[in-house]
């Protein structure tokens, strides 16, 4: 794995969440990597083939990496949906529920 390549990819994905502070940003990166080098290795069909140009002499790991830095892959956060707890009938506690 070349370090001035996760260097790279690392500042592409700070850049292109500045507004997402509270994400570790090193994780995500880990987690983008390893999904696509397990489609490198192991996927069928489109999955499996390079989406950048130059892979002569890249590892699958290098090859993820060269792919977020152009701009190949990325990810979005999902919505954050506030969790509601369910009431019974007539706002009872549905059955089951043990008072604590």
Do not use: C, Y
Not at 66 to 83: C, D, N, Q
């Amino acid at each position: 794995m070349n370090a001035a390549l996760v260097k790279k990819a690392l500042q592409k994905l700070l850049n292109a969440n500045a507004l997402n502070a509270n994400i570790s940003m090193p994780a995500v990166l880990i987690n983008l990597v390893s999904q696509r080098v397990r489609q490198l290795k192991f996927g069928g069909g489109g999955t499996s083939r390079p989406l950048v140009a130059e892979v002569a002499n890249l590892g699958a790991t290098d090859i993820a990496l060269s792919e977020i830095i152009e701009g190949k892959m990325g990810f979005e956060m999902p919505a954050i949906v506030p969790l509601i707890r369910p009431t019974g009938k007539k706002g009872h506690r549905p059955h089951g529920w043990v008072r604590h």
